[in-house]
């Protein structure tokens, strides 16, 4: 299972795991309980961004190999 990096304004970074199709955008930070945002992009996440099908690509590949 993956882990995201997510990023509390009042704590810092903490590390989360969500299966890949299950990724919350933000995530309760686990010392404050506020809000903890996702800290980098997933452009394969993404919809509708037609300037970047090749970034998809690469990213998809090096998703699948990192999952098996
Ligand atoms: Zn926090």
Known sequence: ???YVYRCTTCGDTEQ???MSR???SVTCPD???TADSAFTSPH???G???AFGVI???KK???ELTR
């Open 1 to 3: 299972m993956p882990t």
């Open 17 to 19: 795991d969500f299966p």
């Open 23 to 25: 990724k919350p955008e």
């Open 32 to 34: 404050c309980h506020g």
């Open 45 to 47: 996440l993404g919809a």
């Open 49 to 51: 961004s037609g300037t």
């Open 57 to 59: 690509d690469t990213t």
């Open 62 to 64: 090096t998703a699948d």
